[in-house]
């Protein structure tokens, strides 16, 4: 009986910026709406910015708690407090940053060991996430803070790579396998499509994706309705490799 009643308990570690910080808190308000545990890990200073967030959702009567972590800005080469992605204002920066956020993987190992908690959502950002939570026993599920078009458009330029096929950086091309035409010109695309793989923010992302093929599953920030026909060729495109 004490096991039928026992309230799961999912961590949730948002990537340091505002744009994933955001959705990620209220998702852990809509677990935490449904009668689970919710508990958001976070760097010290991103934790003082999200009390007034948190407490006015326990004040409406849900309760989200907070365990925060030192970020290793020292460490990592950066000013003491410079905990958020929005600070970054160099490619040295950047890729000091990114180092940091890697360096957090002790604090979170020893978190899931002590407090063993059913499943934990980490953000895209955290390749290394996957690997940490399977040595502690606990599933880890990736959570996107974008919607379902955005990575399935993502995605097939990274498998097709259309934009080899055209002769400058302003002539379109159309993005294959996707419900419906659309073009882009290689001068819209982010850095990681044509970036080297091996270094920097392109080989996160690729990275990011390696963990996600073998993670428990994915979370997206959207729902059915909205994007019916991107939801569907999402799961098809990853059909058989892990849970959406």
């Not at 849900?62 to 992605?85: D, H, Q, R, Y």
């Not at 890729?95 to 979170?108: D, Y």
């Not at 390749?127 to 995605?155: C, I, M, N, Y």
């Not at 091309?173 to 499509?193: C, G, M, W, Y």
Request: charged share 20%.
């Amino acid at each position: 009986m004490g096991t039928e009643n026992r309230q799961l308990h999912i961590f949730f570690f948002p990537f340091l910026a505002q744009g994933h910080m955001i959705p990620t808190v209220e998702l852990a308000k809509l677990f935490a709406s449904r009668g689970v545990k919710a508990t958001i890990i976070t760097t010290t200073l991103n934790a003082r910015l999200l009390a007034q967030t948190i407490q006015r959702s326990k004040d409406s009567g849900i309760e989200v708690g907070l365990l925060p972590v030192k970020f290793p800005s020292a460490e990592a080469g950066l000013p003491e407090g410079f905990e958020s992605a929005h600070m970054v204002t160099s490619a040295e920066m950047q890729k000091k940053f990114f180092m940091a956020t890697t360096m957090l993987e002790p604090q979170i190992g020893q978190i899931l060991e002590e407090h063993a908690p059913d499943c934990l959502v980490a953000d895209m950002f955290f390749p290394w996430a996957t690997d940490v939570a399977r040595k502690h026993g606990v599933p880890r599920l990736v959570f996107h803070g974008t919607g379902f078009f955005s990575l399935s458009a993502t995605e097939c330029v990274r498998v097709h790579k259309p934009h080899n096929n055209v002769s400058s950086d302003s002539e379109p091309f159309v993005i294959p396998s996707l419900p419906h035409e659309i073009k882009l010109t290689r001068n819209q695309l982010p850095d990681f499509a044509e970036g080297n793989v091996d270094t920097g923010f392109p080989k996160l992302f690729n990275d990011s994706i390696e963990s996600e093929v073998t993670s428990y599953g994915v979370i997206v920030n959207s729902f059915y309705e909205l994007e019916r026909d991107y939801a569907d060729h999402y799961r098809k495109f990853w059909e058989g490799r892990r849970g959406i």
